[in-house]
């Protein structure tokens, strides 16, 4: 181990340069990230470091920099031999000895100061630099161990030797010299397989111009891209299937539009209108619809991974997450040209502007990089940002790109032309950006620790609150936090802080406890989000800056610096450079956005494809690289993504299109020739049938019994809650789920609280919403059947269904069974069917008479609620948001049990219920669940 010392690299570039074409890395043998480091180096550092734990701290000399975590800046050249030797063997054991049990990695950071990182000395903790190079004076570690300032002592406990000053003072004098890290011999270098991928993989070079393919059935083409399926059919002998019925294309459009199936009106209409145009009238009026935008943002918010809650280890709500939601819906009702969404999503904050109004909603636009999972139970805040930065790299290049470009945190992309340093190039222009989601790290906090108001954005042009805060108020808050704070730090670790308060407490324990309550009543008066509306996003941050390669993926272990910019996989040409005063982010939003960017159009018209034939051109739809599929209709891909921006990327002109195509309007009928041939349809001789999604099934029950509200909320039940940690089986998890079950509202707009996700929706393969889901699995799994046989909702909503229609006594049986058809299935019910269902209900209506007596007499003396308490309900009976609470920490707070109380849904009578069982049955059928 020793000789490690002299196998070190003495010098090492500052600044690594960037290929200007290809990426120019050196793939590791394997994706993971385990698997990139050097065989042997971590995994047997950290068993030497346990071993020589065992053996006493100061032997960790002996095996040197192998165990330091190291920062790039700072490493040693040719002539610091002897101040290296003097480091190893003088400065390390102190430090080790004496320091790293409250200020390394291996325990904690107290104080925010990390002694076992050269940058972390540098960089400091809460009060400044610990380290600077040739200055003790300055040092606040050289500060700290002189103990000259009653409140800035290290060691704690004791102070070290004069000799033991000395050494560090003398470290620090002669420029506080620490080992340089060890590069991989690969990094930054040049690698002809990537050069090839780069040539060759389809997915990077540019849009090709396809002519329009000759056919031998030229009447079956009724739009160009027609002609591209059906020449791939030819190719391949096979034949389409017959066009499907006019209901079963209403059925189908009509979902695959608004998530709603058509009404016993649209259904009326459509059959009547005999005309040409009569299919584009439907899809025009749907397009128009609010309900399109509902679906369609729906589906971006899949890939964006929204989700109104942190998620993670301490799950703490997003309380103005629905903003971006609201966004993302108005953007597709608005058809709001995809390249400028996507912009106003990456670079919102630095886009012109012409009113406030349009500035906020800019700036609600970036929220789309805020709201990912997030790790605040972080020890150490260097990690927290560059897996927060992780997680906006990944988010941003699978969702408009198709790529995993953060398989390239650790090492080179073993597959796609993707260097570690292109990852890096991006992670330089996020760290230039603050992330504003209204939260900061820290390990084991509780109540509002977690809570940081100066990180969220302001919106100007929303109303004024009513009420506002007294300056004499906040300052007399301010001043009462400041004296709560000094009385605390005045007892700290004192034995007066040891001693018993009247309740019985440590007096410090009850000091900690005033002054965090100190702390809560000042954010309940300084609050941004109490002054005003806010919102979550990204703005520019103080420190524009380059990064460093994090070596191995670890935040600490600092390589050569990066310059920002984008991926060199990728030419698009025109591409502006980076502004060195600027993050970079709009520079970036202009390459992701940019015409000459062969990917962007690609992903997004496949994802188009792919939400209206069930599987997109290219299956892997958030994956274009090496890993992913090929399309199975290039030629049509391309065509379709250069009539998507000759279109000026509108989403609704491409939409319009293909559901008005041939193609989509087959049927889903089967020719065993073809089955043969293609068993997995992928040339199109058939639509493929669909189950409908989670919000689909549950929005359509409350359409069919009339009790859907196609309203806007105002808001979201997650914004009235405080941003604490909160338990799954907390009251605010339990209110949140009372809410989401009592909703009338559309699913889009249910609370989606990680973790806490709707039963109604995660019993049908609900989206991960912590990554980009672009395809969401389909499942037909046991809980589903009991699902649609016993939960509340269904039940609930089947019974007032058939009460709507005992309640028609105009009508006879047979009326009542073709609306109850008509409204669920959408589509008449046959002869058959009618004396069938006629004789399940004389049936069962004469069983339950018997069986059911006690419930139906129950159900009788029971008096109907007034219709104020079954109105929709969509607020949740909680304290307003960070309002001062003792226990508002989760761990202090007394975990129950709850006595679970069945919910009771009954008939009035035999008839009623015979209905309901009905109803309920039409509702668990697969006609019901899956499209045409």
Sequence with gaps: MLQKLDLLESKMPAKLPRPETAGRGRSLPSESRDSSRKPGASIISRDIQRRFRRLGRTLLLAVGTALSVQGFAGAADEGDAAKLEFFERKVRPLLVANCFNCHSADNKAAGGLRVDDHKGLLQGGNRGPGVVPGDPEKSLLVQAIRQSDPKLRMPPEFKLEDEQIAILEQWVREGAVWPALELPEDLGKWDANYEALRREHWAWQPLQNSAIPGVSRPEWVWDELDAFVLARQEQHQLNPVADADRLSWLRRVTFDLTGLPPTPAEIDAFLADATSEAHATVVDRLLASPAYGERWGRHWLDVARYGESTGSARNLPYPHAWRYRDYVIDAFNRDKPYDEFLREQIAGDLLPHSSPEEFDEHQIATGFLALGVKDVNQRFKVRFEMDNIDEQIDTVTRSILGLTVSCARCHDHKFDPIPTTDYYALAGIFQSSDHCAGLRNKMGGGGLDYYDNNLLLSLASYPAPTTSTDAEELAAAQAALDKAK?????????????????????????????????????????????????????????????????????????????????????????????????????????WLSSAENPLTSRVMVNRVWRHLFDRGLVSTVDNFGVTGDTPSHPELLDHLSQRFIRDGWSIKRLIRAVVLSHTYRLGTSQSPAELAIDPGNRWLWRHAPRRLEAEEIRDAMLAATGTLSSARPESSPVQSLRVIEMRNNGQESQAILRTAKDSQHRSVYLPLVRTLVPPSLEVFDFAEQGMVTGSRDTTTVPGQALYLLNDPLVRKQALRYAEQLVAREDWDDTQRLREAYLRVLGRA?????????????????????????????????????????????????????????????????????????????LARDPRTAAWASFVQALFGSAEFRYLP
Aim: hydrophobic share 40%; no cysteine.
């Design 829 to 905: 019910a046959t002869p058959a069917e009618v004396d069938r269902a006629g004789q399940f209900l004389d049936d069962y209506a004469a069983i339950s008479a018997n069986v059911l007596a006690e419930s139906f007499a129950e159900a009788a003396s029971a008096e109907s609620p007034p219709e104020s308490e079954v109105a929709n309900v969509d607020t949740v009976p909680v304290k307003p948001a960070n309002v001062p609470d003792p226990a508002a920490n989760p761990d202090d707070v007394e975990q129950t049990e709850e006595v679970v109380v069945e919910e009771q849904i």
């Design 486 to 590: 000094a009385e605390f730090e005045r007892i700290r670790g004192t034995p007066e802080g040891a001693e018993l308060a009247p309740n019985g407490r440590p007096k410090q324990q009850v000091a900690r406890q005033k002054m965090n309550r100190a702390q809560a009543a000042l954010n309940a008066l300084s609050d941004p989000a109490s002054l005003g509306a806010v919102a979550y996003g990204v703005r520019e941050a103080k420190q524009i800056s380059d990064t460093e390669v994090r070596l191995r993926g670890e935040a600490e272990k600092l390589g050569p610096v990066v310059p920002r910019g984008f991926l060199t996989a990728v030419d698009v040409p025109g591409t502006p450079a980076v502004n060195r005063e600027q993050s970079g982010r709009l520079e970036l939003a202009h």
